[in-house]
């Protein structure tokens, strides 16, 4: 019977370089992904929530790679959003329509869902790093290594001055149709949320990370609304006012928008 276990007499320089010599076969036998397969894995592991693992098929690992544990679970919420946007956009069963190679860039070409879940065909570029397929372009990769970590901080801050920016306009819509059922008189948030006109999450930080109110005249003839960074410098750094005559930002510190007259 062969015994696994057995004191060897073989020096040791010669069995770390049997050791060295198998991994090296098992490497060699390990095949690349082809860019389609590539992109596939991406997909399936942001789906799946599986981050780390899915950053590091993209262009986005030196700034996942930098992230302590600590600054990881405080980005994984925007990293679940980033999941929910891709399940609703990205069929499970991700199909293919093509895939160019030209040198070390390929371009992949899949079957998304568009905002109204009509099927369109959206193409995929990936760059060849050493000899693996990597998601995304070279210029990006340029801009997410001189950012670091920071990368991704920067980009939910950029990502959340959109969502309020987008939430003012829902406001100044939503005083029109509450005014015109109230004899032209406005409401205050818990008012606008009460009646549906904008969603209740306004009243929290967790989905934009800002703090919105909105003040009107002891009349409700007239109002304004404002919102401002929960945590300026990490969920944004603009403060928002907004009026009968629109959006006005500004970098205030984390403070309300002072407006000159």
């Not at 009509?118 to 950012?147: C, F, H, M, Q, Y």
Request: hydrophobic share 40%.
């Amino acid at each position: 019977m062969l015994k696994l276990f057995t004191s060897s007499k073989l020096p040791l320089v010669t069995v770390l370089a049997s050791s060295i010599l198998f991994s090296a076969i098992v490497v060699a036998q390990t095949p690349t992904r082809t860019p389609t397969e590539t992109v596939r894995e991406f997909y399936k592991a942001l789906r799946e929530k599986r981050f780390k693992e899915a950053f590091g098929m993209s262009i986005y690992k030196p700034a996942i790679d930098a992230l302590s544990e600590k600054e990881f679970e405080e980005l994984k919420p925007d990293f679940d959003k980033m999941s929910v946007a891709v399940t609703e956009r990205i069929p499970a069963d991700l199909s293919f329509t093509g895939e160019q190679i030209s040198g070390d860039t390929a371009t992949v070409f899949l079957k998304v869902l568009d905002a109204d879940g009509k099927e369109k065909v959206e193409p995929a570029t990936l760059i060849k790093i050493g000899d693996s397929w990597i998601v995304g372009d070279r210029e990006n990769l340029e801009l997410v290594k001189k950012a670091g970590k920071q990368f991704f901080f920067e980009a939910r801050i950029n990502a959340h001055h959109n969502d309020v920016q987008d939430m003012m306009t829902r406001i100044s819509l939503a005083q029109v149709v509450y005014s015109q059922g109230h004899n032209g008189q406005f409401a205050n948030l818990t008012e606008l949320v009460t009646s549906g006109l904008v969603p209740k999450d306004i009243e929290g930080i967790e989905s934009t990370g800002y703090r919105f109110q909105i003040l009107k005249t002891p009349d409700s003839k007239a109002w304004y609304s404002t919102a401002e960074p929960a945590q300026y410098g990490k969920t944004g750094r603009l403060s928002f006012y907004l009026d009968s005559s629109g959006v006005k930002s500004g970098d205030n510190g984390g403070k309300p928008l002072v407006l000159k007259n």
